[in-house]
């Protein structure tokens, strides 16, 4: 399930997801970029990190929050679990926490860290709420708390930005995103990566990429993939395995037969996993 923030908090949150999985054998899950950052909280039970010698488990946190992924992290599961992910706006780190969202990439880190006891609290009171409406109100309350003590800051040029590459799908060149905004490169590179985490061009290839996660989904049973690979703006197929793989781990043709799909960057391997 996927629950819109209220009006608000839209500039910092782009949505909420629910996430059931009633799976109890030992299951690989492959987060990867899709231009934003969140916050987990786990509420059944923990997610494993990986297996360090004899295979004992290196358990997450009940909750954390992730930064912006320069390619793929590989987490499992050996229980079901129920998942709720705060999605933020590409720039939602920057936002409520006025710390520069470079200093997250590639990273987890426990929410007691980023929110102290307040974190924890929220995690105790979402795992022991079992209605989502009253969970989403949690949520809100939360941010809305969060906000009203930060000073906003100005976002126009990350703004506008983010609109001229969302709205070009990711194709689009440096000097294009320079004449459009009227900012240098070098201070776009700079405001980017202090905001997002990820420089523009690599921002870009992400939004690229998940335009064609979007047009492989919609795509008609005539449409071939190299239709869709130069529909969403690869040079040829050799182009786009290539930027896949690097984001994925996986070709597109095993993305589209051989995962379940939880969310657009949050997949199932198959098979399972054996340790």
Do not use: W
Not at 34 to 39: A, E, L, M, P, S
Not at 83 to 100: R, Y
Not at 126 to 147: D, G, K, T, V
Request: hydrophobic fraction near 35%.
């Amino acid at each position: 399930m996927q629950v819109s923030p209220p009006k608000e908090l839209a500039p910092y949150i782009k949505h909420y997801l629910f996430l059931d999985n009633a799976a109890t054998d030992i299951q690989k899950l492959r987060l990867f970029s899709d231009g934003n950052t969140g916050i987990v909280f786990s509420l059944k039970s923990k997610l494993i990190s990986g297996f360090s010698d004899y295979n004992v488990k290196d358990y997450l946190p009940d909750s954390f929050l992730y930064g912006q992924l320069n390619g793929f992290k590989d987490i499992y599961s050996d229980n079901a679990i129920k998942l709720i992910i705060v999605v933020l706006q590409p720039n939602g780190i920057h936002q409520l926490l006025g710390i520069p969202a470079n200093e997250f990439q590639d990273s987890i880190i426990d929410i007691d860290n980023v929110f102290g006891q307040k974190g924890l609290d929220l995690q105790e009171k979402l795992s022991e709420e079992i209605n989502n409406q009253a969970r989403i109100e949690f949520l809100n309350h939360f941010f809305r708390n969060l906000i009203a003590k930060k000073p906003q800051s100005d976002q126009k040029i990350i703004k506008s930005s983010l609109d001229f590459i969302i709205a070009h799908k990711g194709y689009f060149s440096l000097k294009q995103l320079v004449d459009y905004t009227g900012y240098t490169e070098r201070h776009l590179e700079r405001k980017f990566k202090e905001c997002i985490g990820l420089n523009p061009k690599k921002f870009g290839n992400v939004i690229r990429l998940h335009h064609f996660l979007k047009l492989l989904k919609d795509k008609s049973e005539d449409t071939t993939l190299t239709t869709i690979c130069y529909d969403a703006g690869f040079s040829d197929q050799s182009h786009l395995i290539k930027e896949f793989r690097k984001h994925t781990g996986i070709s597109p043709r095993e993305y589209l037969y051989s995962t379940g799909k939880l969310t657009n960057n949050l997949i199932k391997t198959f098979p399972p996993v054996i340790v």
